[in-house]
């Protein structure tokens, strides 16, 4: 009879409560109720015999449910009526998904249960049946093998096994055909062997029954540097197996193009095991793969390549770099003779062969630096090369191969060979002077950007000079650059006159900068004076606006922008926006967005605004962009909070939008001239208030409308009562208007108090004039003002004085009294550390007393004490291995300013940053297994912590210390002192791990 409802609940219960094997995605299921999904429901009706036929299946996780069903099946050799109907299930084509694997597993588990012939033989029947094979019945009778270390006996699950696997391996159903080219096992695979004693068993079997398997076995582990097997196999009757395998790779007829190089890996491998015992087989393989690459095209291909671990040879190293130093540590000899090979294939020098070769050649081994660099070899490759160069030759030989290389066509190996001269040649700046004329305009770059690190008199006559007649531009490009600090500091009709006559003698304006962007059918622009922008000065401001590759002004297209009236310039920037859409919003055309952000009012803002969520809704998001950097480069406070609005929105969605609106606004503050943190003051929004209020009618009758300290909009009538809602007679665009506003003050104050919290880790300071306007004329910013404790500072940091701002506006000290700072006094953030503790406790009563609910922990701040020894570290190791609760380090991190460092493979982020961008130094804190999606990672640890000087790093986000004496680095000692305090203060909030 059919299963009783009973059983079922059973069986289904098992599912709640337990973590079953067969039970797969259970993790899944945890917040759905299973039972009543259609297609289990349908499956129970079955099973129950209250239906004749299984359910359509509707596809999802619930469904693997079924899985639990399979504890009901008894036998599949005399199946009951009951157990037909699970096989019924296991055997549905719509089911197959959610069950096979489960299926599989269990018929493993009858066999070895069942330890008959014929559980073996319906087991293999079931398995083909289910799309499985007889082989993976085989590979699971391998993977209960043991292994007796006092007989050297295999030991088998049960005697049917024995019989079975014996009988299989028999039949020489192992491999393709004994010659095999890779030697691999068709019916297991790595997976098989979970444990040593498996390999071992399996391999005494081989050796038993099928002595020419046994080695082609062998071979398979030491392709797959199966160090446990190759351990037993090495003492194996004397090491038999390793000496044949050993004898093959020593035959002559050696061919190479696999994909894998498995002999080469086979040889390297017996070589890691003994170099003197099989010296000869690698010294063999060495010479025939040098043959092979020395015939290649370019560069080695994928898969000859494996991770060396000595003094010489380390990390990932190419089979060619391996097989050098091999048959240089046999005959040097034969070893120079191969490089004499190298040089006339013009084979392509791999960065570590340079190590060998500097190893054994010592300053002979220049020329082959110089025949690497002259490879392409990309930027990576070139700077492995001159750090070798660096670390091997006096400089005086390394000065006349950097000069050697200034006309090459890699643009990142000129420029990292133009810093090293600079660094390395007292002859320098004379010598780019002289470059400067050189016919190779690759020279005259190179020249421009060595000359970019002298402000000397005479360098900047040699550029003045070279701008006139510069026709490369990016040489020019350079060259104005480097001389930006002495160019006009205002534009005149003259500058911008002058200008346009040099880029008409160098031929820039012979022709539009796009065949479709014709200047006569665009828009008319007009100076401010009155008079219309020319042809040839609009063709020049678009030729040198297309010279800038990111979203901001160019230096001399500026000039001109300067003196264009902007209230007239709208229908002119619509149409570059216009032309951008048309042709493809192209990145090279991004310079028609970034004129129309430049020369546009409102209305031009509105139509960037509107056409990127266009593009965001289209999924379109470069394009959104470009957008948003428009905005940026616009500059009126009504495009800016766009900006930072878009920043906010699309911080984890979407978040390369998100992304571009903070890189957009660090720009706009490069063009406003002002630092990124007075553009954060001037685009808070203040929603139309007039000071703190918003003024408003309903039926002839008066109100005012605020932010509360809980940043709720809230209401006064004209009697000063406050009111719960806003009167229920109001317009209805009025009380939109106050839901928008409503909604917009909830998403400021998600960023504005960890920047605040920032400007108290960084100490920023306000003139107390910034600070009125910033503060105390913003309705959102103000209840920022009351909630913090307040200092004034004198020019060298030290605080002055500590005051509060009450909700009437009025500043006061301690003591109650009002003071009043003066427009140029310094205003900051107070850190507990500046207060005696005297004055710490009264204000904390005074907070108490006054029930001031700080934003953030202010006077409550963690304070670390760190011992002399420790601050004169350059690298902590404090934190190093520690084990922290999952999630909790980018939280924790993120809450204290710190941002997302580089990330590596698998999309694991290898350190956080906490910037103090004034002082131009950067905290790193390396980390381990947090990854960059939210909820996925492994075990989460803390790494080193170290500071590094970015004037020194170039601002790279790759910089690695080399170690404690790194010239990059900041001795803890010399940190700002509430920076130190916050940076370690940070790290130990993060929660440590808590095991059970």
């Not at 009988?167 to 019916?187: E, M, N, T, W």
């Not at 040198?544 to 002119?572: C, G, H, N, W």
């Not at 905290?923 to 004037?951: M, P």
Request: net charge negative.
């Amino acid at each position: 009879m059919p299963f009783s409802q009973q059983q079922i609940d059973d069986v289904l219960a098992r599912a709640e409560s337990e973590n079953l094997t067969l039970f797969a995605f259970h993790h899944l299921l945890k917040s759905t109720d299973f039972r009543q999904h259609p297609t289990i429901l349908g499956i129970v009706d079955y099973l129950t015999g209250r239906a004749s036929q299984l359910p359509v299946v509707q596809y999802d996780a619930s469904v693997y449910v079924v899985n639990v069903f399979l504890h009901l099946l008894e036998n599949i050799e005399t199946p009951s009526v009951n157990d037909h109907l699970i096989l019924d299930l296991v055997t549905a084509p719509a089911l197959d998904a959610y069950m096979q694997y489960a299926f599989h597993q269990f018929l493993l588990g009858y066999l070895i249960k069942n330890d008959t012939d014929s559980a073996i033989q319906h087991a293999i029947y079931w398995m083909k049946k289910t799309r499985g094979s007889e082989e993976d019945i085989f590979k699971g009778c391998i993977f209960y093998l043991g292994f007796d270390d006092k007989t050297s006996k295999p030991i088998f699950a049960s005697q049917s096994i024995q019989r079975y696997v014996v009988d299989y391996i028999k039949q020489s159903k192992l491999f393709i055909s004994p010659f095999d080219h890779r030697g691999l096992l068709v019916a297991i695979n790595d997976e098989t062997f979970s444990k040593a004693n498996q390999m071992k068993a399996f391999f005494v079997l081989l050796d038993d029954i099928r002595p020419e398997f046994a080695e082609r076995f062998v071979e398979y582990l030491l392709l797959r540097k199966m160090e446990d097997g190759i351990k037993f196999v090495s003492v194996f009757r004397n090491g038999i197996y390793l000496q044949r395998v050993q004898s093959r790779l020593q035959a002559d007829g050696v061919k190479y193009g696999d994909e894998r190089f498995d002999d080469f890996t086979k040889a390297l491998t017996l070589y890691e095991l003994d170099s003197k015992k099989y010296r000869d087989a690698m010294l063999f393989q060495s010479r025939s793969y040098l043959d092979y690459y020395l015939g290649l095209p370019k560069n080695e291909p994928y898969g000859s390549q494996y991770y060396a671990n000595s003094p010489l040879l380390s990390g990932l190293t190419h089979f060619s770099t391996f097989s050098l130093y091999i048959v240089f540590e046999n005959d040097r000899s034969e070893g120079l003779a191969y490089l004499e090979k190298i040089k006339e294939a013009k084979a392509f020098i791999q960065d570590q062969t340079l190590t060998v070769i500097a190893h054994y050649l010592n300053e002979d081994a220049l020329p082959y630096y110089q025949l690497a660099l002259q490879s392409d070899g990309g930027i990576d490759y070139y700077r492995s090369v001159l750090a070798g160069l660096a670390k091997h030759f006096p400089i005086e030989s390394q000065l006349p191969l950097y000069w050697s290389f200034v006309k090459h066509k890699s643009k990142p190996l000129r420029a990292q060979v133009a810093s090293l001269i600079v660094a390395n040649d007292s002859k320098a700046e004379e010598k780019a002077i002289e470059l400067l004329n050189n016919k190779s305009a690759d020279a005259r770059q190179t020249a421009a950007q060595i000359l970019s690190a002298f402000s000397s008199p005479a360098a900047e006559n040699a550029i003045k000079q070279a701008l006139g007649k510069e026709t490369n531009d990016v040489a020019r490009d350079i060259l104005l650059q480097t001389i930006a600090g002495s160019l006009p500091g205002q534009s005149s009709y003259a500058v911008v006159s002058e200008m346009v006559d040099s880029a008409r003698e160098r031929g820039k304006l012979n022709k539009s900068v796009e065949a479709w962007l014709i200047e006569d059918e665009l828009p008319s622009l007009h100076y401010e004076s009155g008079s219309e922008v020319s042809k040839e000065e609009l063709r020049f401001l678009l030729y040198r606006m297309s010279r800038v590759k990111d979203m901001r002004s160019d230096i001399e297209a500026k000039y001109l922008l300067q003196l264009i009236d902007r209230v007239t310039a709208a229908p002119f920037a619509l149409t570059l926006i216009k032309l951008f859409i048309e042709k493809g919003a192209k990145p090279e055309h991004k310079y028609l967005m970034t004129l129309a952000g430049l020369l546009g009012d409102d209305t031009v803002v509105d139509k960037i605004r509107i056409t990127t969520d266009k593009w965001i809704d289209e999924n379109r998001y470069k394009m959104a962009e470009y957008g948003v950097g428009a905005l940026a480069i616009q500059g009126s406070n009504k495009a800016l909070r766009w900006v930072e609005w878009y920043s906010r929105k699309y911080k984890a969605k979407r978040a390369n939008v998100g992304s571009a609106a903070l890189a957009a606004l660090e720009t706009a503050a490069e063009e406003l001239n002002i630092t990124t943190h007075e553009l954060g003051d001037r685009i808070v929004p203040d929603f139309g208030f007039d000071g703190l209020f918003k003024h408003f009618a309903v039926n002839g009758e008066n109100y005012r409308a605020f932010i509360d300290n809980k940043f709720k909009i809230a209401f006064f009538n004209d009697d000063n009562k406050k009111l719960k809602t806003i009167p229920a007679a109001a317009d209805d665009t009025i009380k939109e208007e106050f839901k928008s506003i409503a909604k917009e003050v909830r998403d400021i104050t998600k960023s504005q108090s960890s920047r605040l919290e920032y400007y108290l880790v960084i100490q920023r300071k306000w003139s107390f004039a910034q600070w009125r306007r910033a503060f105390l004329e913003n309705p959102v910013m103000f209840i920022y003002a009351t909630r913090l404790l307040w200092g004034v500072y004198d020019e060298a940091g030290n605080l002055q004085q500590a005051f509060y701002c009450n909700e009437d506006t009025s500043l006061q000290d301690a003591s109650y009294d009002d003071i009043e700072p003066g427009d140029n006094a310094r205003i900051g953030i107070v850190h507990p550390t500046q207060l005696p503790t005297e004055d710490l406790q009264r204000w904390k009563q005074h907070f108490y007393d006054t029930s001031v609910d700080a934003i953030f922990p202010q006077l409550e701040r963690l304070v670390v004490s760190l011992n002399e020894d420790e601050l004169t570290k350059t690298i902590s190791s404090k934190y190093d291995g520690k084990l922290m609760k999952t999630g909790s380090i980018r939280s924790t991190l993120e809450k204290h300013g710190w941002h997302k460092g580089s990330t590596g493979d698998g999309g694991y982020i290898e350190s956080f940053k906490l910037l103090y961008d004034e002082k131009n130094i950067e905290a790193v804190l390396e980390i381990e297994g947090v990854s960059v999606v939210y909820g996925f990672g492994g075990d989460e640890k803390l790494g080193k912590l170290y500071v590094l000087n970015r004037a020194i790093t170039n601002n790279s986000k790759w910089y690695s210390p080399k170690g404690m004496d790194d010239e990059a680095l900041v001795a803890f000692k010399e940190l700002p002192p509430i920076f130190l305090n916050e940076m370690f203060a940070s790290i130990d909030a993060i929660k440590v791990f808590e095991s059970n």
